[in-house]
């Protein structure tokens, strides 16, 4: 079996272990917070080191600021997000057993008191449990930090990275339960209960985000018994996009992010300059 850690980063991402991908728990993370969350774990995946018992990494704090204008405040808040949002991660033992892990997503964060001119940096470790069930991971999907960091939902993150992880499957179609769908996602427990709001304030973002700036194309379709009845599970379809969808997706990503959910929804129109009367 190829293992995720012996994978190499590529054009198409880093590979990201499907434990860590299909983790649960995590409603009180925020965008920034995933956006983070991946480029901590694409530093220590490219260190080659990720499978080593207590190993740590330093990456400097500009590498790790979304924007030019993000002060180190920001990324420290969301550093403390990260270090205390306990999550469960999904596997499967050497001996076959289905298993549950509660765990912490990183065990530390070491920074500078004061940064000072040079920006300061990030240490940081990974949770010894966590790390021996990514050593063993055999499934993962292709993450790029450049899609991720374009989406402002965190909802459109989750998504991306569930199909990341399904692209390379032979089937391109697959039922969820909605329970099972709105924790893969990172819904808040007791939030967008009802099958309009859940549709109109997480699925549809998050597939205007996905559609709009990934590689992939997404379709996403309640369960229902009958039209009237409570959805209770979705069915999600994907394909892999060709021609001048990848294109548009990619002119997108290299696009200022002012404007762009208007421009994802068709909304902008062109300016005609005025013409002087004569």
């Not at 260190?47 to 080593?52: A, D, E, M, Q, T």
């Not at 292709?142 to 374009?150: G, P, Y």
């Not at 859940?198 to 700036?213: T, W």
């Not at 369960?223 to 990619?250: M, N, Q």
């Amino acid at each position: 079996m190829s293992l995720t850690v012996e994978q190499k980063t590529n054009f198409s991402g880093f590979p990201k272990a499907g434990e860590l991908i299909e983790i649960t728990g995590a409603s009180a993370l925020e965008a920034s917070d995933r956006a983070l969350l991946n480029l901590l774990y694409q530093h220590a995946h490219g260190s080659g080191r990720l499978p080593v018992p207590g190993a740590t990494w330093e990456i400097p704090m500009a590498t790790l600021r979304l924007s030019a204008h993000e002060s180190n405040d920001r990324l420290r808040e969301s550093l403390e997000r990260l270090l205390w949002v306990q999550v469960n991660v999904s596997y499967q033992d050497t001996n076959g057993r289905d298993l549950v892990l509660q765990t912490h997503l990183f065990d530390a964060f070491v920074t500078p008191r004061d940064p000072g001119a040079g920006g300061g940096f990030v240490r940081f470790g990974v949770p010894d449990a966590l790390r021996a069930v990514l050593a063993q991971s055999g499934r993962w999907g292709r993450i790029k930090a450049e899609a991720v960091c374009a989406m402002t939902s965190k909802y459109a993150m989750a998504l991306y990275e569930l199909i990341q992880l399904r692209a390379g499957l032979d089937r391109s179609v697959e039922q969820l339960p909605l329970d099972r769908f709105r924790d893969l996602l990172g819904v808040p427990p007791g939030k967008l209960t009802r099958g309009p709001d859940f549709m109109r304030f997480c699925v549809e973002p998050a597939l205007l985000e996905v559609n709009g700036l990934s590689e992939m194309g997404v379709q996403i379709q309640l369960i229902r018994a009958h039209a009237r009845a409570p959805a209770t599970g979705v069915t999600l379809s994907w394909w892999r996009k060709e021609g001048d969808d990848f294109r548009a997706a990619y002119a997108e990503r290299q696009r200022s992010k002012v404007g762009r959910m208007a421009r994802l929804r068709g909304q902008v129109e062109d300016i005609q300059p005025l013409k002087m009367a004569s």
